[in-house]
């Protein structure tokens, strides 16, 4: 993962990694409908209005899907603040 954050330059190349997981999740894609889309709207809400001091990233911004989507949008982000 630290390889493919190095080439998207979101990382220094040789930068010290304290923790880094993956999990690969077979068959849990879930496929964009507007059920989907309406909850996932309705959670966010919810979660701005319960905590006031958080950031939300990627899916459930309702912007972005996939992987690399969100880790751009992530760098993007935090290099912004």
Known sequence: MSSELERMGVISPG????????ELIP???PFPTPDLQHSI???????QET???IEFFGRITGKFFTGA???????????AS
Do not use: M, T
């Open 15 to 22: 930068a010290k990694v304290l923790f880094q997981r993956s």
């Open 27 to 29: 068959n849990a894609f």
């Open 41 to 47: 709207e309705n959670q966010l809400r919810i979660a």
């Open 69 to 79: 989507q969100v880790l751009i949008d992530v760098y993007q982000k935090l290099k």
């Open 51 to 53: 905590i006031s001091n």
